[in-house]
């Protein structure tokens, strides 16, 4: 009888329908987030691709420059050049002059960096120089601390010497 009295009421019908409608929903909704990412990443990549090919196109007619005038490079390389120079692009001044700063500064320091690069072998002996005047400068601490106490009785007993 329980069989035969259960069925489906109207009611829950049109829940289960309302239920797959917002799964199929919620499936929509995640396919078009897909599609999406898909898109904003191609788009992306030929944006990528389309600086990199600037750069590349840069590049490309510099270096076709150079060689239209690889007659002329040759010429002026093979003749021997003093006190001239060669001419450079106003776009390159800046940085020519920073790294002719760099240059003399790394130039200036030189020898300080070789300096420092010899004495790499002495480390150790030096670190066992430094241990040894710790422990020599904790022995004149405590000496000195027994001292400073000698002092203050010293004084302590003349002013008691002095007050009677």
């Known amino acids: 009888t329980l069989d035969s009295t259960c069925r489906r009421t109207p009611c829950f019908a049109k829940f289960s329908e309302m239920e797959e409608m917002v ?15 898909v898109t904003i990443g191609s788009t992306l990549q030929f944006y990528f691709i389309g600086k ?3 750069i590349l196109q840069d590049m490309f007619f510099f270096l076709e420059a150079i ?3 690889k007659r002329d490079l040759r010429k002026r390389l093979i003749k ?28 200036e320091k030189l020898e300080s960096h070789l300096q420092s690069v010899r004495s790499i072998p002495q480390i150790p002996h030096m670190m066992n120089n430094m241990d ?6 904790e022995v004149l601490i405590i000496e000195l601390e027994e001292l400073t106490e000698q002092i203050l009785n010293f004084f302590l007993l003349q002013k008691e010497v002095y007050s009677n």
């Open 52 to 54: 990199k090919c600037e």
């Open 132 to 137: 040894t005047t710790l422990s020599k400068t």
């Open 80 to 107: 021997q050049r003093c006190q001239e120079s060669l001419p450079i692009e106003a776009t390159y001044h800046k940085s020519i002059v920073e790294l002719l700063t760099e240059a003399v500064t790394f130039i």
């Open 67 to 69: 060689l239209k005038e």
């Open 23 to 37: 799964n199929m929903e919620a499936e929509i909704n995640e396919v078009f987030f897909l599609l999406l990412l």
